[in-house]
């Protein structure tokens, strides 16, 4: 069986801000492909990258400040502890901010610059259920109440 390659023949280069770098500490610049974005990444696995990508709040006419805002507050007080996407849950902006919230194959990423963010999710690939079984036919049912009082 052959090896699978990268979709990129480049390896993947992640990269701190510059020590001239004076902008928000949380904005991350990712190149897909031949592409640049400006976003502020939710998390990451070893398969993708999960974001909000701030050069898509002007068509999908959301509120660039107001994102900024809540990351910088999320920034400095929450980080270590949870994803960004919950605290846009915690203040009811799931459904606005999903407008602007992209998924990045790791494979077809090359650089990256500034924060990586990876939180363990321990996400359920598969629920193995059980077929319900009927009722037998010569099985009696009693339906019996009985009182708790």
Same mark, same amino acid.
């Given at each position: 069986m052959a090896k699978r390659t990268r979709g990129n023949p480049i390896p993947l280069i992640v990269e701190n801000h510059p020590e001239e770098y004076d902008g928000y500490p949380f904005i991350t610049l990712i190149q897909y492909r031949k592409d640049h974005f400006l976003t502020i990444i939710d998390n990451s696995t070893p398969k993708q990258i999960k974001s909000y990508v701030l050069d898509l709040c002007g068509p999908s006419r959301v509120n660039e400040e107001l994102v900024i805002?809540?990351?910088?507050?999320?920034?400095?007080k929450h980080r270590e502890y949870y994803p960004l996407s919950?605290?846009? =849950?915690? *203040?009811?902006?799931t @459904?606005?901010?999903?407008?602007?919230?992209?998924?990045? %194959?790791?494979?077809?990423?090359?650089?990256?610059?500034?924060?990586?963010?990876?939180?363990?999710?321990?996400?359920?690939? =598969?629920? *193995?259920?059980?077929? @319900?079984?009927?009722?037998?036919?010569?099985?009696?049912? %009693?339906n019996k109440v009985t009182s708790l009082l």
């Amino acid at each position: 069986m052959a090896k699978r390659t990268r979709g990129n023949p480049i390896p993947l280069i992640v990269e701190n801000h510059p020590e001239e770098y004076d902008g928000y500490p949380f904005i991350t610049l990712i190149q897909y492909r031949k592409d640049h974005f400006l976003t502020i990444i939710d998390n990451s696995t070893p398969k993708q990258i999960k974001s909000y990508v701030l050069d898509l709040c002007g068509p999908s006419r959301v509120n660039e400040e107001l994102v900024i805002e809540i990351a910088s507050d999320w920034w400095n007080k929450h980080r270590e502890y949870y994803p960004l996407s919950f605290e846009f =849950s915690k *203040k009811g902006l799931t @459904r606005q901010m999903s407008s602007i919230y992209r998924s990045f %194959n790791i494979e077809y990423v090359t650089r990256i610059i500034g924060p990586l963010p990876k939180f363990e999710m321990q996400e359920v690939q =598969s629920v *193995k259920r059980r077929k @319900r079984k009927g009722i037998p036919k010569g099985m009696k049912i %009693n339906n019996k109440v009985t009182s708790l009082l």
